[in-house]
């Protein structure tokens, strides 16, 4: 059975937790770099990218992090874990921090306040109807890099991304009960860290 | 690829938000710049108001929803979620707010009600809402009217955690016992908490509430932080806690590294030291006033 980390520093770590224990998959939460030892991948969830930023730091796990996902840990990102992973980001604080893996430009926050949070039914390369994506303060990716595939777009905006170890999407598919977009990372991992569903 | 309808406003969206601001700490705020501070050390979100509850509660007088430029000055210095304060039934002030955007609404004990007998029907609004409670049937009454978020009330502006642990053993002990009673006594259980017999229900089941239920009124130190998230709370409220005692910045971020790290001991004791003295605080035999009391 797979060992899945979920980043427990702030955000929706339970709602991924529950969706992927629906998975028979092992959940770990990870708050300290020795949670790191011996996972098949890891989640890093929605939540405030600044709040987890200052956690990264102080909870001294921040580059065995980075350093873990660089060398080929499956990885994935949803909103604030997307932007956790991008490697160019705009509208945040300057000291912000990420892990740099992803090779797109997002915009924090993208879409607006609270008010402007919606859903969407959206159609996800890999799955064979459409996926309720839920947004919330939700950022925006405005450019990829070109080893980056789209998995899914909204109004003509990428929504989910997948690049080498890491799947990323700026919705939340933790909040739903439709588990099928955890299970393409699940496929990630089972079939290589460098090989997913889809491509 | 194809795209079809959007939702705005609608219960998953609006839960969907306080699901995001789990394990974080939402800090009330005065100014812009203790915005920036709150920020800095880590908050999930700011509740932005005119005077902290230990103000509210020294000055006394009616308690309002706060300034409507000073709330603007505030969602302008910052990217986190902004947060305000409306009195419990006056959704004017919760229209008002809507309409600046504010990201969450707290329907709150801590100014004077607008409404003695009505909370503000909240089914009627795009805005996600947070409602305090003392008990599990007050919880039960605020998510049947469209809360997204439920607070345990504790009492706000006294530094004093003793009534948030009341709150959250009742509301936390009462879910126990209700997963444990059989399918008739859930009615009996509706009838005692005055609660529509379907949350009841649901809650029977999920073994939790239907939204996440965070802790507010009188956490001042980050030992009192990790303690409302050990009795079960998903994240805290600080009040004046932070910008009423002595060096708020560090005591701010520690507050957010014990939310965080509140099973871990050690981690704890480190960010305990060197914080400075905390606020003052004030005994509950001390206040003539319960804002806990306020809501029906």
């Not at chain 1, 059975?1 to 092992?26: C, D, I, S, T, Y």
């Not at chain 1, 949803?78 to 705009?90: D, P």
């Not at chain 1, 929504?159 to 955890?182: C, G, K, Y």
């Not at chain 2, 709150?108 to 008990?135: M, Q, R, W, Y």
Request: glycine share 10%; charged share 20%.
């Amino acid at each position: 059975m797979p060992v899945v980390g979920v980043l427990a520093l702030q955000g929706a770590f339970h709602a991924h937790a529950r969706a992927l224990k629906q998975l028979n998959v092992e959940v770990r939460e990870v708050r300290l770099p020795h949670d790191l030892e011996g996972l098949d991948g890891i989640v890093l969830p929605g939540g405030e990218s600044t709040t987890m930023s200052h956690l990264l730091i102080s909870s001294g796990i921040f580059e065995v992090l980075a350093q873990r996902i660089a060398d080929g840990l499956p990885t994935m990102g949803t909103c604030a874990g997307l932007i956790l992973l991008a490697e160019r980001v705009l509208d945040a604080r300057p000291d912000q921090v990420s892990c740099s893996v992803l090779d797109v430009t997002v915009r924090r926050n993208g879409y607006g306040r609270q008010i402007d949070s919606f859903e969407a039914d959206i159609a996800v390369k890999g799955l064979e109807t459409p996926f309720t994506a839920v947004f919330i303060r939700a950022p925006i990716i405005e450019d990829v890099g070109s080893d980056v595939e789209i998995l899914a777009v909204h109004n003509g905006v990428p929504i989910a991304v997948a690049s080498q170890n890491v799947l990323a999407a700026t919705f939340h598919p933790e909040l739903t009960s439709d588990v099928r977009f955890h299970e393409l990372f699940l496929n990630m991992i089972s079939s290589g860290s460098t090989a997913h569903s889809g491509r | 690829m194809a795209s079809t309808s959007s939702n705005s406003g609608s219960m998953r969206v609006n839960r969907g938000l306080a699901e995001m601001l789990k394990g974080g700490v939402i800090m009330d705020v005065v100014t812009p710049g203790q915005a920036k501070i709150a920020e800095d050390a880590g908050a999930c979100a700011v509740m932005a108001l005119e005077r902290v509850p230990a103000d509210i509660r020294r000055d006394g007088g009616v308690a309002r929803m706060s300034d409507v430029e000073m709330i603007e000055g505030i969602q302008a210095s910052v990217s986190i979620p902004v947060m305000a304060k409306v009195r419990i039934g006056h959704f004017v002030e919760a229209q008002i707010l809507q309409s600046l955007g504010v990201d969450f609404i707290d329907e709150s004990e801590v100014l004077t009600p607008a409404d003695e007998t009505h909370h503000i029907d909240k089914f009627n609004f795009t805005v996600p809402f947070v409602c305090g409670a003392t008990n599990l049937g007050e919880a039960l009454r605020r998510i049947s009217e469209g809360a997204c978020m439920i607070r345990s009330k504790g009492e706000a502006g006294t530094g004093n955690i003793v009534e948030a642990v009341r709150h959250l053993r009742s509301i936390i002990g009462d879910i126990r016992r209700i997963t444990q009673a059989d399918s008739a006594e859930l009615f009996d259980w509706a009838k005692k908490l005055q609660a529509p017999l379907p949350l009841v229900q649901e809650v029977a089941e999920l073994g939790w509430l239907p939204v996440p239920m965070f802790c507010a009124g009188g956490i001042a130190t980050p030992a009192d932080a990790a303690m409302a998230m050990q009795l079960g709370a998903e994240a805290v409220f600080v009040g004046s806690g932070i910008f009423k005692s002595d060096d708020p910045a560090p005591r701010a971020r520690a507050i957010v590294e014990a939310t965080t790290h509140f099973r871990d001991a050690s981690i704890l004791a480190k960010v305990s030291r060197g914080l400075g003295a905390p606020m003052t605080g004030i005994a509950m035999d001390e206040i003539n006033q319960r804002y806990a009391e306020r809501g029906w």
